[in-house]
């Protein structure tokens, strides 16, 4: 995954749950993503973070939040009040010139 | 809005065929544009990035160029095989003030099948 490690690789919420998502990486890049993808939908951009303390929402970040307490990591809550958090998670890092690094992947179901 | 489309959605070709994919954007004020490949249930990889002012760049059997002033951008495939089968994705990022770290726009895919 060139340095991107997201878990865990399958993750499943009950109704009202609280989860979250991990990306970690050693790359020592600034900006990271998490994007959401669905079928049929493409990736749609949830948040993003270009500097450490600071993030911005995406597309869709409702029923979302985000930290960025250290440059390696980036995780992301889906919190209850996002509806159908059912999709698969993908976190990425910009290096610049050499473009996007996506990670391996998140699958979050609700049972 | 920038908006990114993929012709086709799906494709089916016998192994050993040439073939295109196509990918047009509206907004031409793009930093770059990326190809990338995703196989079920996996993450993203990077197949080939064109900068702005690039009109191609080569990997192995695979091409692709970029028409700017069109918006539109065409990936070749050269003698496919099975193991190319997977879903590409074409994605845009917009030139924000001249920084590459803005975010990226993609289309929805096109689904490869190559039969042996």
């Known amino acids: 995954d060139g340095g991107i490690t997201q878990s865990p690789k399958y993750l499943f919420r009950k109704e009202g749950q609280n989860v979250t998502l991990s990306c970690e990486q050693n790359?020592?890049?600034?900006?990271m993503y998490w994007y959401r993808q669905d079928p049929g939908q493409g990736l749609r951009l949830i948040y993003y973070?270009?500097?450490?303390?600071?993030?911005q929402k995406g597309d869709i970040a409702e029923g979302y939040s985000v930290s960025r307490e250290k440059k390696e990591s980036f995780p992301l809550t889906v919190t209850s009040a996002q509806k159908n958090p059912t999709a698969f998670y993908l976190c990425a890092i910009a290096q610049g010139a050499g473009g996007y690094t996506f990670g391996s992947g998140t699958r979050l179901t609700v049972v | 809005k920038q908006e990114v489309t993929q012709i086709p959605a799906a494709l089916s070709v016998p192994e050993g065929e040439n073939l295109v994919l196509n990918c047009s954007f509206t907004d031409s004020a793009i930093y770059n544009l990326q190809w990338f490949r995703q196989d079920p249930g996996k993450g993203l990889t990077s197949l080939l990035l064109?900068?702005?002012?690039?009109r191609e760049q080569t990997s192995g059997r695979l091409n692709a160029s970029l028409d700017k002033s069109s918006g539109r951008s065409t990936l070749y495939i050269a003698a496919s095989q099975p193991g190319d089968s997977a879903t590409y994705l074409c994605?845009?990022?917009?030139?924000?003030?001249?920084?590459?770290?803005?975010?990226?726009?993609f289309g929805q895919g096109t689904i490869l099948t190559v039969h042996p």
């Open positions: 064109i900068q702005s002012s690039q």
């Open positions: 790359l020592n890049h600034d900006a």
């Open positions: 973070s270009q500097i450490v303390n600071d993030f």
């Open positions: 994605a845009v990022l917009l030139n924000a003030g001249g920084t590459s770290y803005g975010k990226l726009t």
